[in-house]
């Protein structure tokens, strides 16, 4: 007869494979934690992002509206929450064969937040980000009836040498006093220069119309000019707008 059989004892875990678990823990953790943390910060990228294309929306209206063709006295308030405004020195051009017929240093006021760019200039509106830019209001120079239309926007600018918004929100008005002086030039081969840091979304825009565009530095600033040539001679009805253009912070 044999006996009764002895009871097996429990398995014990070493202190190597013990510490081996907890480390495993541990790791788990970590990873667990840095995902939650990467979520978080990008879901605080894209909340973020998403306020400065509103804003950007906000200041392409509100710019269309400030530039907008007529004169008289006109007053636009922007409501903006980060980003800053100024106005820089840009130049508008039209040429013939034998060289400059009309220069405007027409000037271009800037929003700018982050990526966000939106740009007030000879009568267009363009806004840029880190993807592309595009014109949102189309300028005032396109052929028609055989003429050459040429609408520009002269900034003259007081108060605009940068306001930052420095993070809190701030009302910046715009208010435009425009006088306007047309002219009637006889028919040649004209080509309109627009000096531009976006040179692509005028080339872009220009073709779009049926011109032709080359790039020229007429000033030696490293700024460059899309030139567009429109085929064929042709009259021009030049409309110079020279705004009076207030930048003041609140309303």
């Not at 800053?84 to 405007?104: E, I, K, P, Y």
């Not at 271009?108 to 990526?115: F, K, L, P, S």
């Not at 605009?160 to 715009?174: C, F, K, N, P, S």
Request: aromatic share 4%.
């Amino acid at each position: 007869m044999t006996g009764a059989g002895k009871a097996t004892a429990p398995a014990t875990i070493s202190g190597d494979r013990a510490q081996t678990a907890v480390v495993g823990v541990a790791i788990l953790l970590g990873l667990t934690v840095l995902a939650v943390g990467g979520l978080t910060a990008t879901a605080g990228s894209i909340v973020e992002d998403g306020a400065a294309s509103a804003s950007a929306t906000r200041v392409s209206d509100d710019l269309e509206t400030a530039l907008a063709p007529g004169g008289g006295e006109r007053e636009t308030t922007v409501e903006l929450a980060t980003g800053t405004v100024s106005v820089v020195n840009r130049t508008v051009w039209l040429l013939d064969d034998d060289g400059v017929v009309w220069a405007g240093h027409a000037g271009a006021i800037t929003y700018a937040d982050g990526e966000h760019r939106v740009t007030g200039f000879a009568g267009a509106v363009v806004r840029s980000d880190e993807r592309r830019s595009r014109v949102v209001a189309p300028s005032r120079i396109a052929p028609a009836d055989g003429a050459l239309y040429v609408g520009v926007p002269v900034l003259n600018a007081s108060g605009a040498d940068g306001i930052a918004t420095g993070d809190h929100r701030l009302a910046v008005t715009l208010r435009t006093d425009a006088e306007t002086d047309r002219r009637r030039l006889p028919a040649a081969e004209y080509r309109v220069g627009v000096e531009t840091t976006t040179p692509a979304v005028w080339e872009r825009h220009f073709r779009e119309r049926g011109a032709t565009t080359t790039r020229r530095d007429f000033d030696g600033d490293g700024v460059p000019s899309v030139v567009a040539s429109f085929e064929g001679e042709r009259e021009v009805h030049l409309v110079v707008h020279d705004v009076r253009l207030d930048v003041a912070v609140g309303r």
